[in-house]
């Protein structure tokens, strides 16, 4: 499996952006999906997953309520909907995908194939 990631930019506090990860292989619909992100001077961090079918997901507590992820299994592409975006939510944004990998797996450690990166930086 192949990950392009885009859809990174610019915004406000408080502004949107829609991150998408194009994927490419026929096995894409029976992944695990994840987004982690990474800031400067620090570790990379678990953002959302979702499972194969999309219907079960599993946020980080601080993008909980603020960040959907979904995935359109048509069009091998996972989406990451970002909304009320803060300036501790900057950073480079990477998909990640597994194929045995539970949607609970939190750990980057998890996930055999990355994709390679959107920068998302909110100004505030």
């Known amino acids: 499996v192949q990950l392009q990631a885009s859809g990174g930019g610019l915004v406000q506090t408080g502004g949107s952006l829609r991150l998408s990860c194009a994927a490419s292989g026929r096995t894409f619909r029976l992944h695990v999906m994840g987004w982690f992100r990474q800031a400067p001077g620090k570790e990379r961090e678990f953002v959302a997953a979702?499972?194969?079918?999309?219907?079960?997901?599993n946020y980080a507590d601080s993008v909980k309520g603020r960040f959907t992820m979904s995935r359109d299994n048509a069009r091998n592409t996972v989406y990451l909907e970002m909304n009320s975006l803060k300036p501790e939510d900057t950073a480079v944004y990477y998909c990640?995908?597994?194929?045995?990998?539970?949607?609970?797996?939190?750990?980057?450690?998890?996930?055999?194939?990355w994709g390679q990166g959107t920068l998302v930086t909110v100004s505030s």
């Open positions: 979702l499972n194969y079918t999309g219907r079960r997901t």
């Open positions: 990640a995908a597994d194929p045995t990998s539970s949607f609970y797996n939190r750990s980057p450690g998890g996930y055999s194939w």
